[in-house]
T-cell receptor, first 113, second 114 residues
């Protein structure tokens, strides 16, 4: 079963706008990670947030984590056409040292010119 | 930097055939894993390994075998291919342990079973 469920399933915005994707999960975690997948390609790691962190930034990316609500959000600011991709959250189980990842179903982001 | 290399990129099998999907990494990562990706279902873990000689089952292991004789290689074997195994397969690797667990993915193998 999927650990993470992303919302929305699909998102279409204009270039320059911000994009927000949400992820909910079910069990306690070691960390939560976000990945990007361009069409037909492998996944690329974007950012990792540990269970004792609440917010993390990396360039135009901002991730929040609320362990009490078992949810996370990914914000992409000032989006570009090149940000068009699918975005997945992945939770790392406490057992196993944080390596065993369970992926959500993903959000398809389309950024239009 | 090669990273994680998967071969082949595409494969068509007939029902009942067997084959091995190859995965190799050159980053000296202890942890390696195989996922399958089906439309609308994200990635599901098939098998994983925390080091040479150690493997374990993931969420959807039936119909697949793995072995890990070296740190670098983690092949996935389909014993008797079925149409339900039509999918895109991804291999990933990462350092084992706390805090350095971002996974590096190969480019995938698109498998069709007819």
């Amino acid at each position: 079963s999927q650990q993470g469920e992303e919302d929305p399933q699909a998102l279409s915005i204009q270039e320059g706008e911000n994009a927000t994707m949400n992820c909910s999960y079910k069990t306690s975690i070691n960390n939560l990670q976000w990945y990007r997948q361009n069409s037909g390609r492998g996944l690329v790691h974007l950012i990792l947030i540990r269970s004792n962190e609440r917010e993390k930034h990396s360039g135009r990316l901002r991730v929040t984590l609320d362990t009490s609500k078992k949810s996370s959000s990914l914000l992409i600011t000032a989006s570009r056409a090149a940000d068009t991709a699918s975005y997945f959250c992945a939770t790392a189980a406490i057992k196993g040292g944080g390596n065993k990842l369970t992926f959500g179903t993903g959000t398809q982001l389309k950024v239009e010119l | 930097n090669a990273g994680v290399t998967q071969t082949p990129k595409f494969q068509v099998l007939k029902t009942g055939q067997s084959m091995t999907l190859q995965c190799a990494q050159d980053m000296n990562h202890e942890y390696m894993s195989w996922y399958r990706q089906d439309p609308g279902m994200g990635l599901r873990l098939i098998h994983y390994s925390v080091g040479a000689g150690i493997t374990d089952q993931g969420e959807v292991p039936n119909g697949y075998n793995v072995s890990r004789s070296t740190t670098e290689d983690f092949p996935l074997r389909l014993l008797s291919a079925a149409p339900s195994q039509t999918s895109v397969y991804f291999c990933a690797s990462s350092y084992a342990g706390q805090g350095l667990t971002e996974a590096f993915f190969g480019q995938g193998t698109r498998l069709t079973v007819v």
